[in-house]
């Protein structure tokens, strides 16, 4: 299949789950573990990094890990989906670190899905596809990605 090169924006709404009485089953459906943290979208361009809430605020001042993270990919550009998580001294997710701003430099992302990668718009990729170049990405980093 080819990939559209285009003029990536640096905002794309992410795809929001949706509530369901039960778990679908089967071998056509992908599940993805709800860690209580906040949505985000990372963008990296020519522009610089930003990190994105799903309703599209800049918070990329807010979460420093993260971003040093993000600035060690080798992309030249590059929007991840994922979920900003910050955990209590036990290793559980605590939402309240995150909504009171307790530690955010110690926040971190849990990456899920790879949008864009070096003008490439992957979004009609199948998500395997897509989570396998995520994959790719994050482990040729420049530096360890403990908290991406």
């Not at 071998?27 to 949505?39: S, Y």
């Not at 990372?42 to 971003?67: S, Y």
């Not at 992309?75 to 955990?87: F, H, M, P, R, W």
Request: hydrophobic fraction near 40%; glycine fraction near 8%; charged fraction near 30%.
């Amino acid at each position: 299949m080819l990939l559209r090169r285009v003029a990536f924006p640096d905002f794309c709404e992410p795809c929001l789950p949706s509530p369901a009485a039960k778990p679908p089953a089967g071998a056509g459906w992908l599940h993805e573990i709800k860690h209580d943290g906040f949505r985000m979208l990372v963008r990296r361009d020519a522009a610089g990094l930003r990190l994105f809430t799903r309703n599209g605020h800049d918070w990329t001042g807010r979460f420093p890990l993260i971003a040093r993270a993000a600035l060690s990919l080798k992309a030249t550009s590059c929007l991840i989906d994922g979920e900003a998580v910050a955990y209590d001294g036990d290793g559980m997710p605590c939402f309240d670190r995150l909504r009171y701003r307790r530690q955010d430099g110690r926040v971190f992302l849990y990456a899920f899905d790879l949008i864009e990668l070096d003008g490439d718009d992957l979004r009609h990729q199948p998500i395997e596809r897509r989570k396998a170049a995520l994959a790719k990405l994050i482990r040729r980093a420049k530096t360890s990605l403990a908290g991406c």
